[in-house]
């Protein structure tokens, strides 16, 4: 089983709508957990944290279900350029950086 | 906000040579960097935690003396993938966490790829 589980999709969104998907994570241990976003042949970029209370950052929001071990992205009111693959990250230790990616989830937003 | 580059974005080399990559991280020193090699559609993978002053460590299943990881300053790290082959062809990422190793920060800063093509 892989540590970080997500769905590859694609997920085909038309503009404007909302857009959800989860993560699943092996290790209960882990400690820190973030959405990154990958553009074609590019390196990944921070998106947000995820925080045990959940939270938000303007269309996205972010929740984090230690009990079941997975979190989840909300993307409200779509755009074009939300169109990416959102990789789901977690940090397994209490100290340093070790950060473990899922496979990514690919999203797709269409006019 | 911080920056990480790396160099060359791109190379393409035969089989049997040798490849050298640099992560410079542009504005703060790096202690750790990682490198991270991923496939065609598949996730990051990390294969070494490049570590300034001492020696890397790698992951499972990762050969240290095919990847040679020199970190030779806090600004610098190199992966030298020795002796390339085919199956060798991929996107080299690497990432700097800013301050201390050991400290937990929330964000890593990730140098722009480096996509290596081996024929």
């Known amino acids: 089983r892989k540590e970080v589980e997500q769905d590859p999709g694609p997920f085909n969104v038309p503009e404007g709508a909302t857009v959800a998907f989860n993560c699943t994570y092996s290790?209960?241990?882990?400690?820190?957990f973030f959405w990154y976003r990958q553009d074609c042949r590019k390196e990944p970029k921070l998106l947000m944290s995820?925080?045990?209370s959940g939270n938000e950052d303007g269309r996205f929001t972010a929740q984090l279900n230690r009990a079941s071990q997975y979190i989840s992205l909300l993307i409200r009111d779509s755009k074009l350029s939300d169109s990416a693959t959102y990789l789901c990250?977690?940090?397994?230790?209490?100290?340093?950086?070790?950060?473990?990616f899922g496979g990514g989830t690919r999203v797709l937003v269409k006019p | 906000g911080a920056v990480v580059s790396q160099h060359p974005s791109w190379v393409i080399c035969k089989s049997g040579t040798s490849v050298k990559i640099e992560c410079r991280s542009l504005?703060?020193?790096?202690?750790?960097m990682f490198w991270y090699r991923q496939f065609p559609k598949q996730s990051l993978m990390l294969m070494a935690t490049?570590?300034?002053?001492?020696?890397?460590?790698?992951e499972q299943g990762v050969e240290k003396d095919k990847f040679l990881i020199n970190h030779a300053s806090l600004t610098l790290s190199t992966l030298t993938v020795t002796s390339a082959h085919p199956e060798d062809s991929s996107f080299y990422i690497c990432?700097?966490?800013?301050?201390?190793?050991?400290?937990?920060?929330?964000?890593?800063?990730f140098g722009p790829g480096t996509r290596l093509t081996v024929l």
């Open positions: 990432s700097a966490p800013p301050g201390l190793a050991g400290e937990l920060y929330n964000e890593q800063f």
């Open positions: 290790n209960s241990a882990s400690q820190s």
């Open positions: 995820v925080y045990s």
């Open positions: 990250v977690v940090n397994k230790e209490a100290a340093g950086n070790k950060l473990t």
């Open positions: 504005d703060f020193q790096a202690t750790t």
């Open positions: 490049s570590n300034e002053g001492s020696k890397a460590t790698y």
